[in-house]
């Protein structure tokens, strides 16, 4: 059986209540989970609290998002610095809803990837085509043209993991997404481009799918060969049905 990493993104939601109700739930799955691993992403204020919640439980922690300094006057914002003291050890990177409320470009997502990779922490990146793109037949292109630009100047070297999450802008909580099929040909795809052009990454490289995975469709794409797990906002919010979707692959 492959390995499973699925990553569940909060977003924006949960209160201390919710979040201690979840993870009630997120822990009937948990130990029964040998090849699976699960990260949760919840909204930064809540990850000391989650922290405190999943200890001797074998999930990890992930943040949304971190400023690209380090420290001084940012107001509102969270270092990468910080994350690192309280013990996170990952961080989404050019998740879309970032790109298009906080106007987050290549650029922004080239630097914050750099910093979470020199101080040795882990980069979830999300990259993807929109629907006219998608329509066009260009998602390959976009998601090698991404992948290119926020990895040019990367220390390769000082690459634990790459997790890469394969997510078409249009099927963010759209209830939306591409067959199972498409989506094994694109990760198969950047998984081919990234083993050609990164030797050292070889086996170091996660190549998830993200957008509007449900209980209804998360079989038939985690049994994609090429899809070595999943990135869940809405259904991961859920708890029962989280852990009836995880059981489908236990
Ligand atoms: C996400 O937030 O990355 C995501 C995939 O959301 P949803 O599952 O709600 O489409």
Avoid at 121 to 131: A, K, V
Avoid at 147 to 155: A, G, P, Y
Wanted: charged share 25%.
């Amino acid at each position: 059986m492959k390995k499973i990493l699925i990553v569940t993104n909060w977003k924006l939601n949960g209160t201390k209540k919710t979040i201690k109700k979840l993870i009630k739930k997120y822990k009937k799955i948990i130990n029964k989970t040998k090849n699976i691993k699960i990260i949760i992403a919840p909204p930064l204020i809540y990850l000391d609290y989650t922290k405190k919640k999943i200890k001797k439980i074998n999930i990890e922690l992930a943040a949304q998002n971190i400023d690209l300094h380090l420290s001084g006057a940012y107001t509102g914002e969270t270092s990468i610095k910080m994350l690192k003291d309280i013990g996170i050890k990952y961080v989404i990177i050019g998740h879309s809803e970032r790109k298009i409320y906080h106007n987050e470009n290549n650029n922004i997502i080239e630097k914050k990837f750099n910093l979470v990779n020199d101080n040795r922490l882990i980069p979830i990146l999300c990259i993807g085509e929109n629907y006219t793109e998608y329509k066009n037949n260009q998602t390959k292109k976009i998601c090698i043209q991404q992948i290119k630009s926020i990895l040019k100047n990367t220390k390769k070297k000082l690459i634990k993991k790459l997790i890469i999450a394969y997510e078409p802008i249009w099927s963010i909580g759209t209830n939306k997404y591409p067959k199972p099929k498409e989506i094994q040909k694109i990760n198969k795809y950047i998984k081919s481009y990234i083993y050609k052009k990164y030797k050292e990454l070889h086996n170091k490289t996660i190549i998830q799918y993200g957008g509007s995975v449900n209980i209804n469709n998360f079989y038939e794409i985690i049994k994609q060969p090429n899809v070595d797990g999943t990135l869940i906002g809405n259904a991961s919010l859920n708890g029962k049905n989280f852990v009836s979707m995880i059981k489908q692959i236990l």
